[in-house]
């Protein structure tokens, strides 16, 4: 079982930045493959960048390339996603998920970003 805590949102202006954080409990996180997702109200959720269990191979949604990167720090059993250049199409909640078996099993409660322009 992974329980995992999204922080860093808040409310920014457009071409400004923020890290998200996702502390993990549990002593297999750095087993699993993790990753951001983002939903809008009345859009269903999406996944924004994910990252391998090892931090070796990275994916990212083509609206987010270029200016989102997804990062893990197994001793610390927390992933970031920095976002740089942010436009308020960027905002949503967004939710941290892992993957110990080819589905998305848990998730974080989400963390609110806001981005005004």
């Known amino acids: 079982q992974v329980q995992l805590v999204e922080s860093g949102g808040g409310l920014v202006q457009a071409g400004g930045s923020l890290r998200l954080s996702c502390a993990a409990s549990?002593?297999?996180?750095?087993?699993?493959?993790m990753g951001w997702f983002r939903q809008t109200p009345g859009k269903e959720r999406s996944i924004v960048a994910q990252?391998?269990?090892?931090?070796?191979?990275?994916w990212y949604a083509d609206s987010v390339k270029g200016r989102f990167t997804i990062s893990r720090d197994s001793a610390k059993n927390t992933m970031y996603l920095q976002m740089d250049s942010l436009k308020p199409e960027d905002t949503g909640r967004y939710y941290c998920a892992a993957n110990p078996d080819d589905a998305w099993r848990y998730w974080g409660q989400g963390t609110q970003v806001t981005v005004s322009s």
């Open positions: 549990g002593r297999t996180f750095g087993t699993y493959d």
């Open positions: 990252i391998t269990w090892s931090g070796s191979s990275t």
